[in-house]
């Protein structure tokens, strides 16, 4: 029996994107509520309050805080393309959440400062940014594959540079192993010029298939996130 389907503006279609965005924002605060706040004598001066490890905390949680608000935009954009949902594209979403509230734990494990030199926590963070990419991509796919969304010239562009990102990360994991975390950390890095880059190769692209410049740059901005 075919799949049903809840077009957009039904009841059915709005619970769907609120139970989305609730998992993005509930995973978000987790990552808050996993800090441990330093004790009374960390706060007697900057030295103690820096040794007590809880600047590497804010540094994962920053990190993280910004991953999952761009994960969330992504679902955000792609969900507001969508003319309907069906099972499929439900169970895709549910997969690609089931790794956005897993990274409140992997960022604890990864700040956890007697983990300083194991290289796991990192490589499990990557990981996990990993599939959630993959999984967030393999929503699209599926939507244009029922038929429940355009397959226009500027969705391939961005479906061309998903694996950008699960790149960056998957480099991080050999790096990790051979030389520490910190260097894995590093290697996160290469995101600040594939952006730029990516951008003016999606730019170009959007110019010779004759397509409006702010086309190209939504188009972009997906593909850096």
Not at 52 to 59: A, F, I, N
Request: glycine share 4%.
């Amino acid at each position: 029996m075919a799949s049903r389907s809840y077009a957009r503006g039904t009841i059915e279609f709005d619970r769907g994107l609120t139970f989305f965005d609730a998992i993005y924002a509930v995973a978000i605060t987790l990552l808050i509520v996993d800090i441990k706040p330093p004790t009374a004598e960390h706060w007697a001066s900057w030295d103690a309050f820096a040794g007590s490890g809880v600047l590497d905390q804010l540094l994962a949680f920053t990190i993280s805080f910004f991953v999952i608000a761009n994960f969330w935009k992504v679902n955000h954009r792609l969900m507001g393309q969508v003319d309907a949902l069906d099972g499929a594209v439900l169970n895709a979403n549910i997969v690609a959440m089931f790794f956005i509230v897993v990274l409140p734990f992997t960022t604890a494990s990864m700040s956890e400062s007697t983990l300083d030199s194991q290289p796991l926590p990192v490589v499990v963070y990557a990981l996990s940014i990993i599939c959630a990419s993959l999984a967030q991509h393999v929503i699209w796919v599926i939507a244009v594959r029922r038929g429940l969304t355009e397959d226009t010239a500027a969705a391939r562009r961005r479906s061309a540079f998903t694996f950008v990102v699960p790149a960056v990360f998957a480099l991080s994991i050999p790096v990790a192993f051979l030389f520490g975390p910190d260097p894995a950390r590093y290697t996160w890095l290469l995101l600040l010029l594939t952006g730029p880059v990516t951008s003016a190769v999606q730019k170009r692209m959007a110019e010779r298939d004759g397509e409006p410049d702010d086309e190209a740059q939504h188009g972009a901005t997906a593909a850096s996130e």
